[in-house]
């Protein structure tokens, strides 16, 4: 079974911290992904990453940056974390190819007070 | 850009009726698109998919998807609703971009089976 972990199930930062977020899938997939999931706006696309060290600029990269030394490991980071940016996060990797499905991890519920 | 569109925020159906949750596509070429399910404060879970050939999918927990090229549709089914359907569903495209593939989601339909 493919397996997509993420480092924290539950987080709570205050205003101005950095935060990181850690993805690591265990499928040798080319592809992965960070999103941030909040209601009524469904899934929107932050940042993806289709190889070592290559990213991609999602829909709403503003205030994220990422980091993929490793092919199993992307990480998300928020340099100044501010309270519009309480979310859910959900990380996600694939085979590159149209034709491969995606596959998430459980998600961090991210609170910045 | 590709797109998908969720046109129902929820659907109610009673255990046992059969169930639709709509979605409609806009691309540019071949469509390859997707349903996932999430249950409560979980991950998104892969259902089905359709990339070429029949216009019927079948997938995971006895969903099935209808792909219409001419209503530019792929709306996801089940002959016969449970109470452990109800979850929120979303409607994906795949997409190429500039170094890879992307899915573009729609905005979800929260789908409640009641008895």
Redesign the interface.
Same mark, same amino acid.
Do not use: I, K, S, T
């Given at each position: 079974d493919v397996k997509?972990t993420q480092s924290s199930r539950y987080l709570v930062k205050r205003t101005g911290e950095k935060v990181f977020l850690e993805c690591v899938q265990d499928m040798d997939h080319?592809?992965m %992904?960070w999103y941030r999931q909040d209601p009524?706006? +469904?899934?929107r696309?932050i940042y %993806?990453s289709?190889?070592v060290k290559?990213k991609?600029k999602?829909d709403i990269p503003e205030g994220y940056s990422v980091s993929r030394e490793k092919k199993e490991r992307f990480s998300l980071i928020l340099e100044s974390a501010s309270t519009n940016q309480t979310s859910m996060y959900?990380c $996600?990797s694939s085979f590159? +190819?149209? $034709?491969?499905?995606?596959? %998430?991890?459980? +998600?961090t519920r991210l609170t910045v007070t | 850009a590709q797109s998908v569109a969720q046109p129902e925020d929820q659907v109610n159906v009673a255990e046992g009726n059969p169930l639709t949750v709509k979605c409609t596509y806009s691309v540019s070429g071949n469509p390859y698109l997707f349903w996932y399910v999430q249950y409560p404060n979980r991950g998104l879970q892969f259902l089905l998919k359709y990339i070429t050939g029949d216009n019927l999918v079948k997938g995971s927990y006895g969903f099935e998807a209808e792909f219409n090229k001419s209503q530019t549709s792929f709306h996801l089914k089940k002959p016969s609703a449970l109470v452990s359907d109800s979850a929120l569903y979303f409607c994906a495209v795949n997409e190429l971009t500039g170094g890879g593939n992307k899915l573009t989601f729609g905005t979800g339909t929260q789908l409640k089976v009641e008895l």
């Open positions: 997509v080319e592809n %992904f009524g706006l +469904g899934l696309l %993806f289709y190889d290559m991609e999602g959900l $996600a590159r +190819g149209l $034709a491969h499905e995606q596959y %998430f991890g459980p +998600g | -």
